[in-house]
């Protein structure tokens, strides 16, 4: 355990991040202890069964053999992609930051294990991918589908966890092994001059850099991201599709400087930016950070969901059009919310602003979470928000039903990941003080001034801030995200009313801070109603349920009589009452109100009418609905579940 927490993403010194994540990041207690509790003891202990079952650890295991190391080579490959390494690399990073903050002597076995097995699968000039390894094909030959930079990235990332954990160089050498052997391959003149089909090794290599200070990581990072959007990626159909995608697929059709809009498959392109984002902080390139904020801007406007999911269609697993936004067809993988978060908490550092950590926010309690079910044991790739009680899906283990784990296994070990370092989100420090961007129970600080947070957000909205250490006689600042959500709100200080003026989304307290000093932030949460921009035509004449940052949803068995919820309407001017339920889904608010059936069709009804005519029907009768918050949803028995319900017609 390191008593530094650095997190995985760590500005160089002369980056010009205004933010920096905090260097004292623990969560101690609440909700998201709970989460990490149960990812802890069991989606991250499962691991390594997972990954032994499915063949990734075979596949290393292969290629340490010494035929592969020259000679002939060994068939029998495991797994239907050649990226199943990544999904060790992962773990292993999950794995690692959870050991950052916890002792797990177990836990520490098996990562010294896999870590002796990845150095003992590199080759000697340092390439390692064990599906080439293993007579897959000729290395860097596939880079559309390839996936070995995305492949390599993750192992830089997993590298930089292990010796930030550790302090251990072991499986940092074979990581700067393959990182040189990259540089060696790829460049103008060189064997290769394009890019991977998916992006990742960017972020990595910057990340390299700031742990390293080889100059030459940020370099080859740079060639990476300039040399995308000028169509160098060979076109053609993937292994088991029969289309080419074309270049907005994996962004190879506009450099990202002149792109206004979010496109292509929706993880790639999130990757893609967030390593733009590292690049534009550490070379102060205003210029990039522009277009990234305009794509942002995009994206968030345009292109997300309720719930902070990103990715509306299933074909090509891709962002859609402008507002194109289908609730029951809503691919919104769960990798894509993992990517987004990466994405807006670069930025977040980069520019200091607070919308970032909003979105971070929606993003974490409903996109996301709603990936790994309430007990770790099975997880969701695609995330609709709309499943009717007679879906038809296509075959496969990418359904709206949870699946104890997938041939593409990519979303388990990247919500292991991310909630592993969850810690690294919630504050920062600049040079007036410290930033709270969430809300999580637990101690936070940096130069000098820690504070112990205490909250049952997101069930109440009651903040209280400890000072328990802080410079003497020397003023600091500490701000409070006041979240977009939030209409009301009181701040105290010691008990004394505070400014609660929000400046940029930041409530702010400066002053000589003393050991015990208190602030008391509370979020007003009631129950509302949100309405869709009437361009989201999936969702024009409904609305949604929200309370404090949760999104909720109806599922068919909280419903009287287990009524559909595709047969109810909400009532507008309806009470929407919160209540604890404590027996329920491990513990939560659902929220209450008087909704209404809607008319029945006859079997021989023509499904439309003329404009200015009205079904001859009373209205229906009224029900009493109850909502419960999306993320845990799908952790019952099956059943249709809707966010979006149409408002009732009161005429």
């Given at each position: 355990m390191n008593t530094a927490y650095f997190g995985p993403v760590r500005p160089s010194p002369g980056a010009v991040s205004p933010l920096r994540p905090a260097a004292v990041a623990r969560i101690d207690g609440g909700f998201w202890a709970e989460r990490r509790r149960v990812n802890a003891e069991v989606s991250l202990a499962e691991g390594p069964a997972r990954l032994?079952?499915?063949?990734?650890?075979?596949?290393?295991?292969?290629?340490?053999?010494?035929?592969?190391?020259?000679?002939?080579?060994?068939?029998?490959?495991?797994?239907?992609?050649?990226?199943?390494?990544?999904?060790?690399?992962?773990?292993?990073?999950?794995?690692?930051?959870?050991?950052?903050?916890?002792?797990?002597?177990?836990?520490?076995?098996?990562?010294?294990?896999?870590?002796?097995?990845?150095?003992?699968?590199?080759?000697?000039?340092?390439?390692?991918?064990?599906?080439?390894q293993l007579g897959?094909?000729?290395?860097?030959?596939?880079?559309?589908?390839?996936?070995?930079?995305?492949?390599?990235?993750?192992?830089?990332?997993?590298?930089?966890?292990?010796?930030?954990?550790?302090?251990?160089?072991?499986?940092?050498?074979?990581?700067?092994?393959?990182?040189?052997?990259?540089?060696?391959?790829?460049?103008?003149?060189?064997?290769?001059?394009?890019?991977?089909?998916?992006?990742?090794?960017?972020?990595?290599?910057?990340?390299?850099?700031?742990?390293?200070?080889?100059?030459?990581?940020?370099?080859?990072?740079?060639?990476?991201?300039?040399?995308?959007?000028?169509?160098?990626?060979?076109?053609?159909?993937d292994r088991g599709h029969d289309r080419d995608p074309g270049p907005e697929y994996w962004q190879d059709h506009m450099p990202v400087r002149e792109a206004d809009e979010v496109t292509g498959h929706s993880v790639r392109q999130l990757y893609l930016l967030a390593g733009a984002a590292d690049l534009a902080a550490e070379s102060a390139d205003t210029e990039l950070r522009a277009a990234l904020e305009r794509l942002w801007q995009d994206m968030v406007t345009t292109k997300t969901y309720l719930t902070g999911a990103v990715g509306s269609r299933h074909d090509w697993e891709s962002f859609g059009d402008a507002h194109e936004l289908p609730a029951d067809r809503a691919y919104a993988e769960t990798c894509a919310a993992i990517a987004s978060v990466h994405f807006s908490w670069r930025m977040a550092l980069l520019t200091g602003q607070a919308r970032y950590a909003d979105l971070i926010e929606r993003t974490l309690f409903n996109g996301f979470l709603a990936g790994v079910a309430l007990d770790g044991k099975t997880w969701l790739y695609v995330n609709p928000l709309h499943l009717r009680a007679r879906s038809h899906e296509r075959p496969g283990d990418q359904t709206a039903h949870r699946t104890p784990w997938f041939r593409c296994a990519c979303c388990p070990p990247n919500v292991m990941r991310l909630l592993a370092s969850l810690p690294h989100y919630v504050a920062t420090t600049d040079d007036s003080g410290l930033q709270l961007h969430q809300y999580a129970s637990g101690v936070y600080g940096g130069d000098g001034l820690t504070l112990r947070v205490a909250t049952e957000y997101p069930w109440d909205g009651m903040v209280t801030v400890t000072v328990e250490d802080a410079p003497a006689a020397l003023p600091r600042t500490v701000r409070l995200r006041l979240p977009a959500w939030c209409t009301q709100h009181t701040l105290t200080v010691n008990g004394a009313t505070a400014d609660g003026e929000a400046q940029g989304g930041w409530l702010q307290v400066t002053r000589e801070f003393a050991p015990g000093d208190i602030i008391r932030l509370d979020l007003a949460m009631p129950p509302r109603l949100t309405v869709p921009s009437v361009r989201v035509d999936a969702a024009r004449g409904c609305a949604a349920i929200e309370r404090g940052p949760l999104v909720y949803c109806l599922e068919q068995t909280d419903q009287p009589g287990g009524l559909d919820p595709d047969s109810l309407a909400l009532v507008a001017d309806a009470p929407l009452i919160a209540g604890s339920r404590p027996e329920l889904l491990g513990g939560v608010s659902a929220v209450t109100s008087v909704g209404q059936l809607l008319p029945v069709d006859e079997p021989a009804d023509w499904p439309y009418l003329p404009h200015g005519a009205k079904a001859a029907r009373e209205p229906g009768e009224a029900v009493e609905l109850t909502a419960v918050p999306y993320y845990a949803w799908a952790n019952r028995e099956p059943g249709a579940m809707r966010v979006w319900l149409p408002l009732a017609d009161r005429r």
């Open positions: 032994e079952a499915a063949g990734n650890l075979a596949n290393l295991r292969a290629a340490a053999l010494p035929s592969t190391q020259g000679g002939d080579l060994p068939s029998g490959f495991s797994g239907d992609f050649q990226f199943q390494d990544s999904d060790v690399y992962k773990w292993l990073e999950a794995a690692c930051w959870q050991l950052a903050q916890t002792s797990d002597e177990n836990l520490a076995v098996e990562v010294e294990a896999v870590v002796d097995l990845i150095a003992a699968a590199q080759r000697e000039d340092g390439y390692l991918q064990t599906y080439y897959g094909g000729e290395p860097w030959t596939e880079l559309g589908w390839g996936h070995e930079l995305y492949c390599a990235g993750h192992l830089m990332q997993a590298a930089v966890a292990h010796h930030r954990a550790t302090g251990s160089d072991r499986l940092l050498d074979v990581a700067r092994r393959l990182a040189d052997h990259i540089e060696s391959v790829f460049g103008p003149g060189k064997q290769v001059d394009t890019v991977c089909g998916h992006p990742e090794v960017e972020t990595a290599l910057i990340e390299l850099y700031r742990t390293t200070q080889e100059k030459r990581y940020l370099d080859l990072a740079r060639y990476f991201l300039e040399r995308r959007g000028h169509g160098s990626l060979s076109s053609g159909a």
